[in-house]
């Protein structure tokens, strides 16, 4: 992954497959927690 995003062939916000809101921070883990659905989880913090 280091080498794919080192040499421009793919960008690293490419990876997140999830966004969620503090107040969703339960979804947010049990999200990050299943591998065969998320990538990356974002959890916004404002």
Same mark, same amino acid.
């Given at each position: 992954?280091?080498? $794919?995003? =080192? =040499?421009?062939? %793919?960008?690293? !916000? #490419? $990876? &997140? +497959?999830?966004?969620?809101? $503090?107040?969703? &921070?339960?979804? !947010?883990?049990? +999200? !990050?927690? #299943?591998? %065969?659905? !998320? &990538?990356?989880? &974002? $959890? #916004?913090?404002?």
């Amino acid at each position: 992954m280091i080498n $794919l995003l =080192s =040499s421009g062939k %793919t960008c690293a !916000a #490419d $990876l &997140i +497959t999830h966004h969620y809101k $503090l107040e969703e &921070i339960n979804e !947010a883990f049990k +999200t !990050a927690r #299943d591998r %065969t659905r !998320a &990538i990356k989880v &974002i $959890l #916004d913090m404002e």
